[in-house]
């Protein structure tokens, strides 16, 4: 039997934390249960799962469907599509069951890229190789979630690049359904014709569209994220802002405005599986006066969950005295709103 190989590329980003992961985790549990349910999709479909920030790591090696389980998913620092695309080829000459004259192979595999930020790396030599010996045997799509991926970019690894434009969970929920169609699509298409190239359902009544990626795009961040240290159980956690643009005090009538960037949450993280996927230290600072909001510490639930130590580090506090998880200095510590220094952020 011949397989139909799909292989999830997914950025877990530090930007992707909270509910963006989260709808993909219950995306691809969706995914894979339809999918059990079709006959045509049961007999072909084998799936892998890519994860990606700062490097790429395996979820799940390509597997036949009934056996398949969803894996939860981590998150890290850093956009390295360039490594991402490294990462897939090499599984791909891995996996994949090449046509010779003794056996028909798989058939095309098909590859669903979903990023929402810009590449944090070099993806010059990935590209290349991608354009020189992979795209031509396989069906990749690009899947901008939201507004903030490179799709000038994308647009050198695929032909077909979409933008996932509202991300709540309804637009993510029928992005999924449409995913899960044009897998079936394709499945029932190699099975009955012989024909791989990918089958994409209709895009109409959902919130996704083809992007122009002959335009080079100016990406404007979205979102702050922040890298932090329970002090008293010494977990580590990410907080995440989003950005806001605001009238500013008198200048309300011309085209001005400011930039601010709103609490979205607290989220903990395993530090182990975030810097095992991190590529290098963060050297982007934010000015902590644009940062509205202080979070509660989500490992231990004190009242402040943004405290910056001397040494750089972000910490939680009771608002007393409180020794620094990262430099094990002990002081009492302005909050976020207290001062304008510039602190270490994320790189998203
Ligand atoms: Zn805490
Ligand atoms: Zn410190």
Known sequence: MRRLPVYFLVDVSESMVGEPIQQVQDGMRMIVQELRTDPY??????????????????????????KFYPQTFPIGGGTSLGAALNFLMDSMDKELVKTTLEQKGDWKPIIFLFTDGTPTDDTTVAIARWNNKYKKSANIIAISIGDNADTHILGKVSDNVLRLKATDSISFKSFFKWVTASIKATSVSVTDMGDD??????????????????????????????????????KTYLVKYAKRLTDIEGLEDIQMKGTEYRLVGAYPVDEEIYNSLCDSKSDRNINVMSLRGVPTCPCCGNQLGVVVCECGGIMCSDGQ????????????????????????????
């Open 41 to 66: 999709a049961l007999e072909t479909a084998f799936i892998s799962v890519i994860a990606f920030a700062g490097k790429a790591k395996c979820i799940s090696p390509l597997t036949e469907l009934y």
């Open 197 to 234: 190239e990918v089958k994409l359902a209709p895009t109409s009544s959902i919130n996704l569209e083809k992007v122009d990626t002959t335009e080079r795009c100016i990406i404007d961040e979205n979102f702050v994220v922040l890298f932090g240290k329970c002090s008293n159980t010494k």
């Open 321 to 348: 005295t409180t020794a620094c998880p990262w430099c094990g200095m002990e002081g009492t510590l302005g909050a976020i709103e207290a001062g304008g220094m510039s602190i270490t952020r994320g790189k998203g």
